[in-house]
T-cell receptor
Framework: DADVTQTPRNRITKTGKRIMLECSQT?????MYWYRQDPGLGLRLIYY???????NKGEISDGYSVSRQAQAKFSLSLESAIPNQTALYFC?????????????FGPGTRLTVL | QKEVEQDPGPLSVPEGAIVSLNCTYS??????FMWYRQYSRKGPELLMY????GNKEDGRFTAQVDKSSKYISLFIRDSQPSDSATYLC???????????FGGGTRLMVKP
């Protein structure tokens, strides 16, 4: 079984729709992250959470919101999707106090906004 | 200018070749240097990490850090078709809270 799972794996939606991407982990990690990946731009951090009551904006949080429902669950919402939010979205986990901040990634969600 | 620059490739080499992948960075606060490998339609996986300057070897892979030049490299010896993937460098400061990623280099190893 995968340690970090993301649902859905693929989603096509229309401009203006509200979308939620979900992430679950069985690794027991306290830290969770949402990234988006665009060709040539690498991974850019959207939001991160170091525990259930901690939510922080990343580099590109505009147009996105998150909810940390439990230690194992971290969801990303696009309140009103727009075409330039078409990208590959990754959830990642990590542990506080790790020696070098290794992060473990889910399989990704491919989102297309028409 | 991006904090971390990486040639996007694609880099195409024959099987058995030595591959050199590189990143340059601008922030001297980075202390931890990592390489992630990402296969098509998969999430990135940590391949190697180093702390501060120097070399680290793991099988066919060698990671090298030159902090004076703000330049990091990943060498792959005897490259295999299974090494075909996108390689992303990731850097972290001493606090270790965040990773800053390069854009990734796509590598293709031809049989």
């Amino acid at each position: 079984d995968a340690d970090v799972t993301q649902t859905p794996r693929n989603r096509i939606t229309k401009t203006g729709k509200r979308i939620m991407l979900e992430c679950s982990q069985t690794k027991g990690h306290d830290r969770m992250y949402w990234y988006r990946q665009d060709p040539g731009l690498g991974l850019r951090l959207i939001y991160y959470s170091f525990d259930v009551k901690d939510i922080n904006k990343g580099e590109i949080s505009d147009g996105y919101s998150v909810s940390r429902q439990a230690q194992a669950k971290f969801s990303l919402s696009l309140e009103s999707a727009i075409p330039n939010q078409t990208a590959l979205y990754f959830c990642a986990t990590g542990i506080t106090g790790g020696p070098y901040n290794e992060q473990f990634f889910g399989p990704g969600t491919r989102l297309t906004v028409l | 200018q991006k904090e971390v620059e990486q040639d996007p490739g694609p880099l195409s080499v024959p099987e058995g070749a030595i591959v050199s992948l590189n990143c340059t960075y601008s922030n001297s606060a980075f202390q931890y240097f990592m390489w992630y490998r990402q296969y098509s339609r998969k999430g990135p996986e940590l391949l190697m990490y180093t702390y501060s300057s120097g070399n680290k070897e793991d099988g066919r892979f060698t990671a090298q850090v030159d902090k004076s030049s703000k330049y990091i490299s990943l060498f792959i010896r005897d490259s295999q078709p299974s090494d075909s993937a996108t390689y992303l460098c990731a850097l972290s400061n001493n606090a270790g809270n965040m990773l800053t990623f390069g854009g990734g280099t796509r590598l293709m190893v031809k049989p």
